[in-house]
């Protein structure tokens, strides 16, 4: 299908950054001239750079937008937002960043009674919006488009007036020695503001995030309390964060 076809040609250029048509075509079993089509389409949406025989990154560590990283391990992030949302109690304040991890925690929890979320997320609070179970409260800020989050100081200092019990935070990548990390420095100091005003941090994010620095960080991994992630993560990885004393939960 289309969508996944151009999932896996803005994978390949987030690992190698660049790709060309032939090694397109032979991979994804489709023709010369489909492979050129979809790479035009990205190319007017902005997400890469055409060339002469394929296209690169238009930037630094391509960060894809969240309507293509819907698609990637969604049974694995089904099954993350599930377990994660076991760890919410009745009466809680939930904080939550954006991500398609946490908007399966967020699907999780939308039948749940008696707590509060708080978001800087828009696509999070129109899954939950609708939910007269859940008391919903939304950051102002800064829309970004990739992630559909709020941020920057507008949210920053929204979320300073709050307290959570629990705050679901995505990552694009953890690892030990560098703690949380994304790919937006903005994103990056609205999602410590969440962690700073919680009791408990759980990050949540599929295996292929583990083991991975991005551009900008979070947060250390002092700050960083449960991970819930499937079941595919680097037993290496896994060691270590429970070393560093990271409760780790696998789905």
Do not use: W
């Amino acid at each position: 299908m289309r969508a996944e076809r151009l999932n896996a040609v803005l994978d390949h250029i987030a690992q190698h950054g660049s790709v060309d048509v032939v090694h397109l075509s032979n991979r994804l079993g489709v023709s010369g001239a489909t492979v050129r089509r979809d790479l035009r389409a990205l190319h007017d949406q902005g997400l890469l750079v055409r060339t002469h025989g394929g296209a690169m990154a238009n930037n630094v560590g391509l960060e894809l937008p969240i309507r293509y990283k819907a698609s990637h391990h969604h049974p694995e992030k089904r099954r993350i937002g599930l377990e994660a949302a076991k760890l919410v109690q009745d009466g809680s304040v939930v904080g939550m960043t954006g991500g398609t991890t946490a908007t399966e925690v967020a699907r999780a929890l939308a039948d749940r009674q008696n707590i509060t979320v708080v978001t800087n997320a828009l696509n999070i609070a129109t899954e939950l919006v609708l939910r007269p179970n859940i008391r919903l409260l939304v950051t102002g800020g800064k829309a970004r488009h990739a992630s559909y989050e709020l941020v920057g100081p507008t949210a920053e200092a929204l979320v300073a007036e709050y307290h959570f019990d629990i705050t679901f935070v995505g990552v694009d990548g953890l690892t030990v020695a560098e703690g949380c990390t994304t790919h937006d420095d903005t994103e990056a100091h609205t999602d410590l503001a969440f962690i700073r005003q919680s009791r408990r941090n759980v990050v949540i994010a599929d295996s292929s995030k583990i083991g991975k620095v991005t551009f900008a960080r979070i947060c250390d991994i002092s700050a960083v309390n449960d991970l819930v992630t499937d079941k595919d993560i680097d037993p290496a990885e896994l060691t270590a964060l429970r070393r560093a004393g990271v409760a780790v939960t696998t789905a």
